[in-house]
């Protein structure tokens, strides 16, 4: 049993071929969806609990259960912008373990933030530096593989901040992975592992 983490799937959003590298990888939003889901189950235990940081689907012409009835794990959804619509569409309780805007979770000793959204703060990121206990975390999604405004001012600024999505990851990973993709992503090494209090 694992916690993994991956945002931003899109699954059934054939426009997102156009707006990001991903017509490069897949012909049509098919192979894009069948793509992820094989990944997602190579990636993921029966056991293993997956938090997706927002934008699961969105415009999918085939219904959202019948993806989520594929994938394994136990899945928490922290919703992002083009969530709200499809979620009406089920019954969220038969799916997902929790589902919420922003959720808070300990892993080993480090304070995680999950948001759909990046933030210049999150709980205890202002004593990331200096954590005798592990540092804290800010895992989150939405800016794709672009790299805008907010790309620059993460790299430069957020070390502790991971972008978990499908663009950068892949599939589900776990944090020492996000934190790998997200290192050679930014081009920047991981935010330190332990310090001193001030």
Known sequence: ?????????????????????????????EEMNEYIIR???????????????????????MPVHTYLERMKGHKHLVIGNHDIKWMKQIR?????????HME???????????????????AQSRYAKYSPEGYSWLIHGHIHDLKGEAYYYIKEHLPCALNAGFDINDHPVTLEELMENNSRWYERENCPDQGTLP
């Open 1 to 29: 049993m694992a916690n993994k983490y991956l945002s931003d799937l899109h699954l059934g959003h054939a426009r997102i071929l156009e707006m990001s590298e991903r017509g490069e990888k897949f012909a049509d939003v």
């Open 39 to 61: 990944q997602w189950n190579l990636h993921v235990d029966d056991s293993d609990d997956v938090w997706i940081p927002g934008d699961f689907s969105y415009r999918s012409r």
């Open 92 to 100: 969220l309780s038969k799916y997902f373990e929790s589902v919420s």
């Open 104 to 122: 808070v979770i300990k892993e080993d000793k480090k304070t995680i933030t999950i948001c759909h959204y990046p933030m210049l703060e999150w």
